[in-house]
Every structure is written in structure tokens, then in C-alpha cells.
């Protein structure tokens, strides 16, 4: 098989963006911000575990995985001689396309082929196909279903004489789990870059419990897909509007001719993961296909789509209507006349940023405002972060997917006199153990001595703690009433209740009063605080002392006599996060965080990714220690970081401690 097939896993990359097929298939021309290893990738997005479980579920399946493809297209034709036949991995080849399925049942003439995915579905609640018109997908689930329809269509093309149904298996996120331990029979082992499951013994059918996966029939939604009638009026990209055949076409074509498609250009290119700086020899994608539009002298300016919380929709005409760069804009872009009665509107925040792309422009602070929030909070105050994640299989019995697994937190306290010290953490990472409720437990025991103000940093931690209470609730712990009235008091949820000590975000009054044109339009605290940083010659001379780890500075539970300042050869302060010990070897932190989509806010997916790893991988015991004692460094710096943001705040308000 020398020539150059269009795999799975490429045709979804081109389906993005024609151009990136090129990209990423000339790794010695561009640079490539995507993780780039599997093994990882698989930890963090959880599907190993579930593909492996899908297949527990077809006992009779003649697994091909071990076959190099042209050994399993033939084989694969072999078993289709049989009448009945379950294949995994079975492969297709027609022209230049090739695929494998995860799973194959064939009855007859009939071949239904299962493409598994991580992807939880609420069959009350979940539509693929627009329910009013019923004549396009919906845009959450194009990615989903692009997939199986490329599937579908090669083989079809393959085997035109069988009829093919294709279906999704996604967890049942209505199903209850009826084992213990069900995460755990499924281990992932590095082998190399890419990551090979373990199965645990006696792992079968009978051992796995009631069915928590669901097997959804997309031919409805597929032929939808495939027909050349196929619009979806949403889409305004020449790339969107093309037929679903004709996509296929022209990047098979372009893959076997090594040819450059044409770019999107559209808000999408913000996230492409080409979008970085050419390093010599590597050349950058996002610059090259840019240029064609603009001077590339320009292309490191900040663009339209880079407008905090713009939508496509918005963007997408702007950036068809000739206005690509940020300072392209103008007020009448935005509605600046729709006022909020304290701090900045959305539309107002917008245009700060526009105003103060450049990065000599001066910063934005409403001290006023920042001065009247400060008075109303209480000492001592309490800063805390929590550190989560979501597996999709259940650790218990009575469990459903995908429940939110509190594993670690972080606590500092600042007293009236200005102490400031790292009072308490918790992580349980124990493979197998349910940690939340302890981790409530825990939480409760440090914030329950005082009645100080609490903060928080996004709405992440209220969100999880309305999540602990419902499944507090379904559980049988026995003090589960007091802690659900505990939780209640400093949370707040909807119309149902306003708890008399609700956390406070940290990041509202960034949004509402604060911007440095250093954040570049992002308030996550991994931008804020190197804006913050480099902004105060406070905290600059207060911290470039080693005071942080000491008895008579500021005590830690993880650093000792540690300084947070520290600049690079151009005199800029280094970005704390980059002093710590990596997480992964040679893995960038940024990278992994790209596989959590959608987050401006949060940045947790290093901190995900490290605890499937002693969940699901076979860890010494000394590996674990030194992979939580690293969490906990990161984690302390998260609540460290909301901190110093609460002093650079007050020393710009002009407040002093009493
Ligand atoms: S920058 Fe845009 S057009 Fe270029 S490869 Fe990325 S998504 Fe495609």
C-alpha cells in the first residue's frame, strides 16, 4: 500500500479545513500545536475505555486490529463470505479511501457497523437533525456523524451489493450502572507513542453489568448527509456548502497529489492548531494561508475572531465584509449604548479590548467599583480551586456516566492583618476510589471555622458542588443531610436557593472592571496573572524575595522558600506556571489544554489528564506519590494566583489592611 490513503483520522482533519490535510501531512514544513501522542490523548479524552467496553458487548468479535491494513482489507473480504460474521477493525478500501470500523455485525446482506464514541446522548433530550426543518444536522454533532458518514460511503463503494446501517454507540447518559469497578477493567499501557488496552482477567459479558452504552441507527441522518441535496443554511464557508461527495473528492484527490486546498479562512482559523509561530526550519500554516489576505507583517496582530466571546456568526460577515483585523473595527460594531448598571457590558468589554489591542496600550480599571466589591466582603477571606474530572465510565454501582469526580483542592487564607498563608488542600487519586464525598468532607472541616469570605475563579466549583449534592442525595452516606446544607450555604443555584455565604468569582469583577491588553482578551487566570505580573512593581518587589514556603514569610504546604519572580533575558516576568516541575515530560501544558475545547475560563485538562493516569494506567506507588506531590504544586499555585490578583487589585485601590 505505497500510495497515500485518506484514513479516518485524516479525512477528519480535512473535514475541519481542506488546507490542514497538507499541514499536517508535511510535519517537516509546519508547525503543529496538536499534542501529537496518542497515548496521552487517549487518557485525556477517555474513549479507550469506552471503545474497549463496546467491544466486552460482542463476545463472537474476530478482532483485526493486529493487521496491517491491506492484511485486513483482505481479510476483512474473507469474513464477509460468511453469512453471519462480528468483525473489529474491520477495513474498506475503495480508491484512495480507507477506513476501519470499530465494529461490524453482519447478518445476511446486512451489515450494521458501530462507530464508537465517548460522547454521552440523552435520548430525552438529544436531537442530531434540526427538529423543525428536519433537514440538516445540527452543528454539535457534524463531527460525529461526518465520520460514520465517511464511513458509510466508502463501504458502500466497497461492497455495493450489501446494505450498510451505520450507528453510533455513545454513552447512555440515562443508564445506571449495576457493577462496582467497571473503570477499572480497562487499563491503558504506553506502548511507544501510541497507548494499548489491558483488559482486566475474567473481564466478559456477564462481569460488565447492565448496558450503559446505547447504539443510536444514523441512516436517517447519514443519507441526510450524503444526499447532494444536503444544505445546511447556517453554514456561509465555501468549504460547509460543498456536497458531503464532493468534500470527499476533492481531499482524497488533494492527499494523492500532495496538493495545497484551498483554506477556509473563516472564524475556525482561530483555533487551528496551525495557528503558531514559524520556528526555523518549520513554517507557519496559519501565516501561510493568512497572507493571501493580508500583509504578513500584520498576521501577528490580534484578528476579528480574537474578540473575547465573539461568536462566529458575528465574526464570520465581519471578516467577509473585509474587516479581518481587530483594528479594523469600529464602534458602530458593537452595541455600546446597552449599559449594565455597575461594571462593563459584554459589548463594552468587547470594545476595551479593540481599544487596547495594542500591547503599549495602557490597562483598564474601574477602581471605584473594585473599591465599593472590597468593602462588602469579610475576613478572613478564603480562596479555593478545585480540580475535577469527568470519566465516562462509573467507578460504583448505582453510578451513571460521565459523573463529576471532585479528586483535589487548594485553600488560602488572607487574615485582616494581611497573613497570608496556604491553609489546606486535599487529592485522592487512589485508582477505583470515589472521591467527592470525603473531598466535601474535607473542604467543609477547613471553611466551617469562620464565616470569611469565600472565592472562587470561574463557576466551575459551584458547579461542581450542586453536582456532589445531587449525588449525595442518591447516595446512602450518613451525615449526607448535614453536608448537603453545608454545600447549600456557600453555593447558589438558579431560583432554588442563594446560599447566605455564596463564593464569590474572582473572575466577574476581572470581567467587570479589570483589563490589560497583556491578556490578549482571555480571563483565564493563566493570562491574567502573568498580565498582573508584569503590570505591579508591588507585587514584583514583594516576591522576588524567596518569602513564599517560610515560617516567617508566607507558609506553604508544597514550596519552601520560593520566589515567584523570575525574568527572562528581556527582563519580562517569566509566567509562574512555567517555574514548576512539567507534569508530563516534554509535554506542553498548553497543548494538552487545546484537547478541552471551548474553556477560556479554565485550564484544568493537564490536572484531568494526570488523574485518568493513576486511575487508569499500572503506576508504581513512588510514581503516584511524585505525580500528586506535582498536582499539588500546580494547585497551590492556582489559589496562590487568585491571591496575588486580590493584592494587586487592593494595592491599585489604594486600600491597606487594618
Ligand atoms: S488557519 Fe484556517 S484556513 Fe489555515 S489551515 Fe487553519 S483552519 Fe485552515
Known amino acids: 500500500m505505497g500510495q497515500k490513503y485518506l484514513t479516518k483520522s485524516l479525512f477528519k482533519i480535512g473535514l475541519e479545513c481542506p488546507r490542514k490535510l497538507y499541514y499536517h501531512e508535511h510535519p517537516e514544513l509546519y508547525q503543529n500545536q496538536a499534542l501529537g501522542d496518542p497515548f496521552l490523548e487517549a487518557l485525556a479524552e477517555g474513549g479507550f475505555q469506552v471503545g474497549a467496553l463496546a467491544k466486552i458487548y460482542h463476545p463472537e468479535g474476530i478482532d483485526l486490529s493486529e493487521l496491517y491494513p491491506k492484511d485486513a482489507v483482505n481479510k476483512t473480504k474473507e469474513l464477509l463470505n460468511k453469512t453471519n460474521v462480528t468483525i473489529f477493525e474491520a477495513a474498506f478500501c475503495f480508491e484512495n479511501l480507507l477506513i476501519r470500523t470499530d465494529i461490524l455485525v453482519k447478518n445476511g446482506n446486512v451489515i450494521n457497523v458501530f462507530e464508537v464514541k465517548s460522547k454521552s446522548y440523552d435520548s430525552r433530550k438529544d436531537n442530531f437533525i434540526d427538529k423543525r426543518t428536519k433537514s440538516y444536522i445540527l452543528s454539535d454533532w457534524t463531527r460525529y456523524i461526518g465520520d460514520i458518514a465517511y464511513q458509510t460511503y466508502v463501504c458502500k463503494n466497497a461492497y455495493p451489493n450489501f446494505e450498510f446501517i451505520p450507528f453510533l454507540t455513545l454513552i447512555n447518559k440515562n443508564a445506571i450502572t449495576t457493577v462496582d469497578g467497571l473503570n477499572q477493567k480497562f487499563l491503558l499501557k504506553r506502548a511507544g507513542k501510541k497507548g494499548k488496552i489491558i483488559i482486566k482477567p475474567n473481564t466478559d459479558i456477564n462481569s460488565v453489568g447492565d448496558k450503559i452504552l446505547i447504539d443510536i441507527n444514523m441512516l436517517d441522518g447519514i443519507n441526510l448527509i450524503l444526499s447532494d441535496e444536503y444544505y445546511n443554511p447556517k453554514n456561509s464557508n465555501w468549504w460547509d456548502i460543498l456536497t458531503f461527495n464532493n468534500k470527499i473528492n476533492e481531499l482524497a484527490f488533494g492527499l494523492l497529489n500532495d496538493n495545497k486546498l484551498k483554506p477556509r479562512l473563516d472564524a475556525k482559523c482561530k483555533k487551528c492548531e496551525f495557528r503558531c509561530e514559524a520556528v526555523s526550519p518549520l513554517a507557519s500554516g496559519f501565516n501561510e494561508c493568512w497572507s493571501k489576505k493580508i500583509a504578513l507583517q500584520d498576521i501577528s496582530e490580534p484578528f476579528v475572531f480574537d474578540v473575547w466571546c465573539i461568536k462566529s456568526n458575528k465574526s464570520d460577515p465581519l471578516l467577509q465584509s473585509g474587516k479581518i483585523l481587530m483594528r479594523d473595527l469600529t464602534e458602530d460594531d458593537f452595541e455600546l449604548e446597552i449599559k449594565k448598571e455597575r461594571g462593563l457590558s459584554h459589548q463594552q468589554r468587547q470594545w476595551l479590548q479593540v481599544e487596547r489591542a495594542s500591547k503599549n496600550s495602557e490597562k483598564y480599571i474601574d477602581q471605584e467599583n473594585l473599591a465599593l466589591i472590597f468593602k462588602s466582603w469579610q475576613f478572613p477571606l478564603h480562596f479555593i480551586d478545585f480540580e475535577t474530572a469527568t470519566v465516562a465510565i462509573p467507578f460504583n454501582k448505582g453510578m451513571r456516566p460521565y459523573e463529576q469526580i471532585a479528586f483535589q483542592f487548594s485553600h488560602h487564607r488572607v487574615n485582616e492583618n494581611g497573613i497570608i498563608e496556604h491553609i489546606g488542600q486535599y487529592i485522592n487519586a487512589e485508582p477505583g476510589v470515589f472521591p467527592n464525598f470525603e473531598f466535601v468532607r474535607a473542604l467543609k472541616i477547613q471553611l466551617e471555622l469562620d464565616s470569611g469570605t469565600i472565592f472562587r475563579y470561574s463557576n466551575h466549583e459551584n458547579t461542581v458542588l450542586c453536582q456532589i449534592i445531587k449525588q449525595l442525595e442518591n447516595s446512602t452516606e450518613t451525615d449526607k443531610e448535614i453536608l448537603i446544607s453545608w454545600i447549600k450555604t456557600i453555593t447558589k443555584k438558579d431560583k432554588e436557593w442563594f446560599g447566605k455565604r455564596s463564593m464569590v468569582d474572582l473572575c466577574d469583577l476581572v470581567i467587570n472592571c479589570y483589563y490589560h491588553p497583556l491578556m490578549r482578551g482571555s480571563n483565564s487566570l493563566k493570562f491574567v496573572l502573568p498580565a498582573i505580573l508584569q503590570d505591579s512593581k508591588f507585587l514584583q518587589n514583594k516576591y522576588q524575595t524567596s518569602i513564599y514556603g517560610r515560617p516567617e514569610g508566607i507558609k506553604s504546604l508544597n514550596y519552601t522558600d ?85 493584592e494587586y487589585f487592593l494595592n491599585e485601590i489604594s486600600l491597606t489592611h487594618s
Request: with cysteine; glycine share 4%; proline share 2%.
Open 562 to 646: 520560593w520566589s515567584w519572580i523570575k525574568l527572562d533575558k528581556n527582563e519580562s516576568v517569566i509566567d509562574p506556571y512555567k517555574l514548576l516541575p512539567k507534569l508530563f515530560n516534554d509535554i506542553d501544558l498548553d497543548k494538552l489544554d487545546r484537547l478541552f475545547e471551548g474553556d477560556d475560563i479554565r485550564s484544568g485538562g493537564a490536572a484531568m489528564t494526570a488523574y485518568a493516569k493513576m486511575q487508569f494506567t499500572e503506576m508504581t506507588e513512588i510514581e503516584r506519590k511524585e505525580l500528586c506531590s506535582v498536582l499539588l504544586k500546580y494547585c497551590e499555585l492556582d489559589t496562590f494566583a487568585m491571591v496575588l490578583l486580590y
